[in-house]
């Protein structure tokens, strides 16, 4: 059983930046194309990038130009960096494969945008 932690959630203004982490219980994670996903309150759970054990990455539209995932194998660790971050990005954060197994939710990470 993996387990996914995610952690550098938090209150931030309009424009501001923040850096989300999962990281990875088990070494396997480096061969798994990992995904964050975010579900902002009363909406589905939605996939905003996902990356490959190569580093090839993918965006949601929605936060193509603002947001980048990268992973360091080595640490076990996928991250997030958000910047340019705007109030429609609030939502709790979630990293999993990119074919999410439902075990592997972890508790995640909020983010809230606000003024």
């Known amino acids: 059983q993996v387990q996914l932690v995610e952690s550098g959630g938090g209150l931030v203004q309009p424009g501001g930046s923040l850096r989300l982490s999962c990281a990875a219980s088990a070494s396997i994670f480096r061969f798994w194309t990992m995904g964050w996903y975010r579900q902002a309150p009363g909406k589905q759970r939605e996939l905003v990038a996902a990356?490959?054990?190569?580093?090839?990455?993918n965006y949601a539209d929605s936060v193509k130009g603002r947001f980048t995932i990268s992973r360091d194998n080595a640490k076990k660790t996928v991250y997030l960096q958000m910047n340019s971050l705007k109030p429609e990005d609030t939502a709790d954060y979630y990293c999993?494969?990119?074919?999410?197994?439902?075990?592997?939710w972890g508790q995640g990470t909020q983010v809230t945008v606000s003024s």
């Open positions: 990356i490959t054990p190569g580093g090839s990455t």
């Open positions: 999993n494969k990119d074919h999410p197994i439902s075990d592997y």
